[in-house]
């Protein structure tokens, strides 16, 4: 009994350790900034709607832009990282492990 007991302890251990590894953010703690702007200068503006800066690696978050008078909003661009939808002036962009 004693054995088998160790047995299903060891096991849930390694899940456990196997599942945070899974989850953005839980392994090093490590965490990026998110800086934002438009171009050109003065065609509207940008907004980090979650605004918790730094975010670690995974994180999704929510993104906005709102073109001024006589622009319209054409596409996000990020040299890392992925938008859900970069045609969209509302999106989420998930966090690179770098800074964007």
């Not at 438009?38 to 994180?59: E, L």
């Not at 319209?72 to 509302?90: E, L, Q």
Request: glycine share 8%.
């Amino acid at each position: 009994m004693r054995k088998s007991l160790i047995a299903i302890c060891s096991v849930l251990a390694v899940a456990i350790i196997l599942l945070a590894a899974l989850v953005p953010g839980c392994t090093d703690g490590a965490k990026y900034e998110l800086t934002m702007a438009v171009s050109p200068a003065g065609s509207g503006t940008v907004q980090d709607v979650t605004s918790t800066s730094p975010y670690a690696s995974g994180t999704a978050v929510y993104i906005l832009a709102s073109p001024a008078a006589g622009y319209t909003f054409v596409k996000w661009t990020a040299p890392a990282g992925t938008f859900a939808n970069p045609n969209a002036a509302a999106t989420t962009f998930t966090m690179p492990a770098q800074n964007v």
